[in-house]
């Protein structure tokens, strides 16, 4: 059974980085799109990135656009978030999902399997 554990969250200041990891056990990532999402007290939950199970086509919200990038490395069966140029209004839980990807564009999935999350705060 695929479990996901997600880590590298923490305090940061305004304009500062953080590089998520979501790091798969049980079963192999390479047939599952991977989704990164985050929820801010007292908001929805948001879809950050996501990415197809070759890595070759990624989505972003218009909100992380040239600050954030999502990669994977399946050999270490890891899906990265990086992190830059972050605002207070990134200070969330970020979670990441996966869901069995069948060559739709990942932005599309009901991703069903969740991590634990893990915070970030962006505050000086």
């Known amino acids: 059974q695929l479990q996901l554990v997600e880590s590298g969250g923490g305090l940061v200041q305004p304009g500062g980085s953080l590089r998520l990891s979501c790091a798969a056990s049980?079963?192999?990532?390479?047939?599952?799109?991977i989704g990164w999402f985050r929820q801010a007290p007292g908001k929805e939950r948001e879809r950050v990135s996501c990415?197809?199970?070759?890595?070759?086509?990624?989505n972003y919200a218009d909100s992380v656009k040239g600050r954030f990038t999502i990669s994977r490395d399946n050999a270490k069966n890891t899906v990265y978030l990086q992190m830059n140029v972050l605002k207070p209004e990134d200070t969330a839980v970020f979670y990441c999902?996966?869901?069995?990807?069948?060559?739709?564009?990942?932005?599309?999935?009901?991703?069903?399997?969740w991590g634990q999350g893990t915070q970030v705060t962006v505050s000086s």
């Open positions: 999902a996966a869901v069995r990807d069948y060559f739709r564009p990942c932005e599309t999935y009901e991703y069903s399997l």
């Open positions: 049980g079963v192999s990532l390479d047939y599952y799109a």
């Open positions: 990415i197809n199970r070759y890595g070759t086509s990624t």
